[in-house]
């Protein structure tokens, strides 16, 4: 596995977990557990936008993994 292909994975776990938070923080009746919820939000969105900012490094050092 390329190292390209191991970040696109961590991308796309990454979304999953920031979907799945997004749900959580929609479902909960729990003002405090809102907060942490919406707080990791922002955080998995920082580290989303960081990895996505480095697979386009990648893909332009790199051209073959572009799509992959």
Do not use: C, F, H, W
């Not at 390329?2 to 977990?17: M, P, R």
């Not at 919820?37 to 073959?64: C, F, H, M, N, V």
């Amino acid at each position: 596995m390329t190292v390209a292909s191991k970040v696109k994975q961590t991308l796309a776990s990454l979304k999953s977990t920031q979907s799945t938070l997004r749900l959580y923080s929609i479902q909960t009746e729990d003002k405090n557990a809102r907060g942490v919820y919406e707080e990791s939000l922002i955080i998995t969105g920082e580290a989303i936008k960081d990895l996505e900012e480095r697979i386009k490094t990648l893909e332009y050092e790199e051209p073959q993994y572009k799509g992959y």
